[in-house]
Structures are given as structure tokens and as C-alpha cells.
């Protein structure tokens, strides 16, 4: 029961460490103690957002490279993908999930499930959107062992696509893809509860199948990423060329009022 409230709270709230994570128990009146939390979180492989999930853990002779987005404006489909690896908790144990998006659209390209962390399930999935939908321009990643492997940015090389890394603490860099992991989440997985992996797969295909084609965004203007994919119009993106401010933009929604005199006129605000 515990294991699960952390993993709905992080989901909900990523940024919370061991002693946010304490305080939020104790308010829904479970009383435990920070060793026991950190305990439950190394379980689930969570971290505070700051020092980054252990999905992401980094690898000492692996080659990063740098990273290419920011002040840059995502105008049409196919400029800029990312990817990302998340866990999913199951009735005994736990699987990673790994997909590929498109920014401008935030159309899911390609996903998949693995029992481990090993970087095969990631490069199958890069391979499915490549033969699915070409070659973006730039390809972003954390710095995750997967991602920086050379079976993952040979591929990548292979095909001219200019490899672009999230830096140390940015964890806004790649917020389209964190946004993705909070919707699946909070819309199918915690409502299902799947107990196993042939469930699971079956539960996903069905969800990333109306993720793109039927639930409305907000932020492109209730159009679906298919449509936005298809169309190349009503989708956008920019990161702000200010590390302090790490903020993301999107083509469509008003800035708000206070960030009037640091934006460009042209920015608008995801939030």
C-alpha cells in the first residue's frame, strides 16, 4: 500500500525526495520514517527530479553529447523526437516502458516493454519509428546508460540524425515525453491496475491508440497529435535560451502577463 502511494505522489509530483514524500504520508496518515521511504523509493527506482530518476542513470565511459534545443523553435512534424524510459509496477514486480514522441505533435511514434533495463528494448523502438515515419532532424535524450550506448546513438549516427542530450538537472528539457508518463499513468494504469505483462500490453496498445487519435490537448488546441502530425499545423514548441528559467513553450496558448518582459512576443506559455 505504501509502495503505491509513493508511486502515485512522485507521478503526480516528480520533484519529491525522501522527506517530501515523509510529509505527504503523514498527512494521509501514515506515519513512517525517512529510512523506510528511502528504502521504498530505491524499490521503485525513484529519486527526487533534481539529481535525476535511476532510469537515467548515466554511464562513466559512455560518450554525451550536447545538448541542441535550447532557443530553439519546433515548427513542424519530425524536427525533434525524444525518448524516455519509465517503470510501470505490476501485481509482482515491475517493467520499463520506453516511447518516442514527436515534439511538435506530441504523436507517440513507437513504445516498448521490457523486464530490464537493458539499452535492446530502446534501440527496437527507435527502429520502429524510423522505418514508421523517417528521420527527424534531432533526436533528444537524457543521459541515461540506454540512450548514450553505442547500440542506441549508432543508429542514430547511422542515419544523420544530429543527437541532442539533456543536461544534468534540466529536467524540463524533456517534458513532453514526462507529461506522456503522467497521463499514462493517471489515465490507464492506475485505473486498470494490471496484474501481468501480457495484460499490460494489451491495456497500452489500446491507450496509445486513443492517446493519438481520440483524446483532445489543450495545448494544440484540441486537436489530436494525430491530426497535428498529419496536417503539420496547430503544434509547436520552444525551450527558452535561459537555463535558470527552464521553461517550455508551445505554439498556441497565451504567455501569461508576468513573463511579459522576458519572453519574446512571440512565445507562448505550455502552462
Known amino acids: 500500500m505504501i509502495l503505491a502511494l509513493i508511486d502515485a505522489e512522485y507521478t503526480r509530483h516528480p520533484f519529491y525526495g525522501s522527506r517530501k514524500m515523509v510529509v505527504h504520508l503523514r498527512i494521509n496518515g501514515h506515519t513512517v520514517n525517512r529510512k523506510r521511504v528511502q528504502r521504498l523509493m530505491r524499490i521503485l527506482g525513484l529519486a527526487g527530479m533534481a539529481p535525476g530518476p535511476n532510469t537515467s542513470l548515466p554511464h562513466p565511459q559512455h560518450k554525451i553529447y550536447p545538448y541542441l534545443l535550447r532557443g530553439v523553435n519546433v515548427t513542424r512534424p519530425n524536427q525533434v523526437w525524444s525518448t524516455d524510459i519509465t517503470y510501470i509496477r505490476l501485481a509482482r514486480g515491475f517493467v520499463y516502458l520506453v516511447a518516442v514522441i514527436d515534439w511538435y505533435s506530441r504523436k507517440v511514434l513507437a513504445w516498448r516493454l521490457s523486464n530490464t533495463l537493458d539499452s535492446g528494448f530502446c534501440v527496437d523502438c527507435l527502429e520502429q ?143
Not at 140 to 151: E, K, L, V
Not at 155 to 166: A, K, Q, T
Request: charged share 20%.
Open 129 to 271: 519509428s524510423l522505418r514508421a515515419y523517417g528521420t527527424p532532424e534531432i533526436f533528444n535524450t537524457d543521459q541515461g546508460c540506454q540512450f548514450t550506448s553505442d547500440a542506441f546513438t549508432s543508429v542514430l549516427n547511422l542515419h544523420g540524425i544530429s543527437i541532442s542530450m539533456d543536461g544534468r538537472g534540466r529536467a524540463l528539457d524533456n517534458i513532453f515525453v514526462e507529461r506522456l508518463w503522467r497521463s499514462v499513468k493517471h489515465e490507464d494504469v492506475y485505473l486498470k491496475g494490471y496484474v501481468n505483462m501480457p495484460g499490460l500490453q494489451l491495456g497500452l496498445t489500446e491507450y496509445f491508440e486513443f492517446y493519438n487519435t481520440e483524446r483532445p490537448h489543450q495545448s494544440l488546441g484540441d486537436l489530436t497529435p494525430i491530426q497535428v502530425y498529419q496536417t503539420a499545423s496547430g503544434g509547436g514548441a520552444r525551450i527558452v535560451d535561459k537555463f535558470k528559467e527552464q521553461k517550455t513553450f508551445l505554439v498556441g496558448e497565451p504567455k501569461p502577463k508576468a513573463k511579459a518582459t522576458t519572453l519574446n512576443p512571440t512565445d507562448y506559455c505550455l502552462d
